[in-house]
């Protein structure tokens, strides 16, 4: 079994910043894909960004503002949100591909955590 735990969610105020920890844990041989998506009111989840290896990958409305990273050693992800404008405001979920140790690859998601940026 596998688990992913976020943290850092928030209200904070438009232009200021967040910044968002996802963690591992549980059954893991390697981790492969690891990204952060949204789910704002009312709308479907969508990506914000994805880190495989040192290449990343991000949405247009993020690009600039958003940067991902991860720990190898610490089985995490973490995303640094700065600028933050009202449209942010979403459910934000840590997602990774996982591989366990009797070599079942899933996909896992975090529980999410809010984010909520005021005007």
């Known amino acids: 079994q596998v688990q992913l735990r976020e943290s850092g969610g928030g209200l904070v105020q438009a232009g200021g910043s967040l910044r968002l920890s996802c963690a591992a844990s549980?059954?893991?041989?390697?981790?492969?894909?690891m990204g952060w998506y949204r789910q704002p009111p009312g709308n479907q989840r969508e990506l914000v960004a994805t880190i495989t290896g040192s290449s990343t990958k991000y949405a247009e409305s993020v690009k600039g503002r958003f940067t991902i990273s991860r720990d190898y050693a610490r089985n995490a992800v973490y995303v640094q949100m700065n600028s933050l404008k009202p449209e942010d405001t979403a459910v934000y979920y840590c997602?990774?591909?996982?591989?366990?140790?009797?070599?079942?690859?899933?996909?896992?998601w975090g529980q999410g955590t809010q984010v909520t940026v005021s005007s």
């Open positions: 549980g059954s893991i041989s390697r981790i492969g894909a």
């Open positions: 997602n990774a591909d996982v591989t366990d140790w009797s070599g079942r690859g899933l996909n896992y």
